[in-house]
C-alpha cells in the first residue's frame, strides 16, 4: 500500500448499506476525499451506488476490498456482528478503519479489534460522530464552564418508528437489539461526562422489552445508571416509538441544557439553557456531524491527531453495554460465525 500523507484519504467501502450515503459518500465529496472501492453482496447495489456517489470501482468481494493496494481506509458499514471480524481483518490487511458502531458484538471482541489495532499501527475509530459535532461539544463546554454547577442528573432517549420486520436489527445472531442500535449513543454521551462527575458512569438497573419471536432481542431497554460523583443518569432507548426521539438532557446544581437533537444535528442544532438568569437557545450549525467525523479521521490518519472515539474508548463503550444486557436479563450480543478471509464478500 502507497502512502501520501497529504493528499485525499482513499477510502474502501464494505457494502452499500443505507447508511454509507450519509455517513462516509456525502462526507467524502464534502471533504475531498476519494471513495477508491466498494464492494456489496449484490454487485447491482455496488454499482448502483457507486455511479450515484462517484465509487471509482467495484469490485467483487469484500476480501477483494481489503486486498487492493490502492486503499487504504476502510470504512465498515455492514450489520454489527460483521463489524468486529471485518474490523480485524482490515487491520490485519494494513488498512486504517472506520467503523460504524457499535465497534463489535460485544466486549470481549472489541478488545480484539483494539489489541489488534496497537500491534498494526494503524488508525481506527469506532463512529459515535455525534462526539465530533458543535452540538455536543457545547454541552460539555457549558459543564465544563460550570455554568450549570455540579451535574446532578442526565437523561438520554433514543427512539425511533420500528424497523420492518426483516432489519437485521431485529437478529440476535447479527447483533441487534435497541440498546445496540440506539442506547449506544445514550451510554457514549453519559461517558463522555466522565471528566465532571468522577468517573465512568456505572450501571444499576436495567428493564428491556423482547421482540416477538426474537429471543434475546430487546425491542426497547431502559437502563438506571450513577456516576462516582452520586449524580444519577437514566438511558432510554426503542426501536419501537411512536416517534423520532434523540434528546439529551443534563442537570445540574445551578441550571440544565438540552440538546433535543444531539444524534441528530443536521436535523434539529439547537441547544436550550435554562439558568437562573433565565433561558436561551444557541444554534450550533446543521453541518453534518458525519462530516465533522470524516474530518477528524483524515486527521488522525494524516498527522496522528488523536480521536474521542478510538479503540480503547469503544471496548469501554462496549463493556457498559453488556453490563446493561445482562442486568435486563439478556445475553451479551454473540459473535458472528465468520471468517472474513475465507468469505467472498
Request: with cysteine; proline share 8%.
Amino acid at each position: 500500500m502507497t502512502t501520501d500523507a497529504t493528499g485525499p484519504l482513499r477510502i474502501g467501502v464494505l457494502g452499500a448499506a443505507r447508511i454509507a450515503e450519509r455517513a462516509i459518500a456525502v462526507p467524502a465529496r464534502a471533504t475531498g476525499n476519494r471513495l477508491v472501492v466498494i464492494a456489496a453482496r449484490d454487485r447491482a447495489r455496488a454499482e448502483e451506488f457507486a455511479r450515484t456517489h462517484g465509487v471509482e470501482r467495484v469490485l467483487p468481494s469484500y476480501a477483494d476490498v481489503l486486498a487492493d493496494p490502492e486503499v487504504e481506509v476502510v470504512y465498515d458499514p455492514l450489520p454489527n456482528a460483521l463489524h468486529g471480524p471485518w474490523n480485524l481483518a482490515a487491520i490485519e490487511a494494513g488498512k486504517h478503519v472506520l467503523s460504524e458502531k457499535p465497534f463489535a458484538a460485544n466486549a470481549a471482541e472489541a478488545a480484539e479489534v483494539r489489541d489488534a489495532a496497537r500491534r498494526a499501527g494503524v488508525t481506527v475509530m469506532e463512529g459515535f460522530h455525534h462526539s465530533y459535532h458543535p452540538v455536543m461539544r457545547r454541552l460539555l463546554e457549558l459543564v465544563d464552564a460550570g455554568e450549570l454547577g455540579d451535574v446532578v442528573s442526565v437523561e438520554a432517549t433514543i427512539a425511533m418508528l420500528p424497523p420492518d420486520d426483516g432489519d437485521p436489527r431485529w437478529s440476535l445472531e447479527l447483533a441487534g437489539g435497541a440498546l445496540m442500535d440506539l442506547g449506544c449513543y445514550g451510554l457514549h454521551a453519559l461517558r463522555s461526562l466522565a471528566p465532571w462527575t468522577g468517573g465512568e458512569p456505572e450501571p444499576d438497573a436495567a428493564r428491556a422489552g423482547e421482540r416477538g419471536g426474537a429471543p434475546g432481542v430487546d425491542e426497547w431497554l431502559d437502563a438506571d445508571l450513577h456516576f462516582p460523583s452520586g449524580a444519577t443518569a437514566t438511558v432510554r432507548c426503542s426501536m419501537v416509538h411512536p416517534e423520532r426521539d434523540f434528546s439529551l438532557r443534563v442537570v445540574g446544581t445551578r441550571g440544565e441544557a438540552t440538546a433535543p437533537a444531539f444524534v441528530e444535528p443536521h436535523r434539529d442544532d439547537r441547544v436550550l439553557v435554562r439558568t437562573p438568569a433565565g433561558g436561551r437557545t444557541e444554534h450550533l450549525g446543521t453541518r453534518s456531524s458525519y462530516t465533522y467525523q470524516l474530518e477528524a479521521f483524515a486527521a488522525a490518519v494524516r498527522s496522528g491527531t488523536p480521536v474521542a472515539t478510538g479503540p480503547d474508548d469503544a471496548v469501554a463503550t462496549m463493556t457498559l453495554i453488556d453490563r446493561c444486557y445482562r442486568l435486563a436479563g439478556l445475553p451479551p450480543r454473540p459473535r458472528a460465525a465468520v471468517e472474513p478471509h475465507r468469505a467472498g464478500a
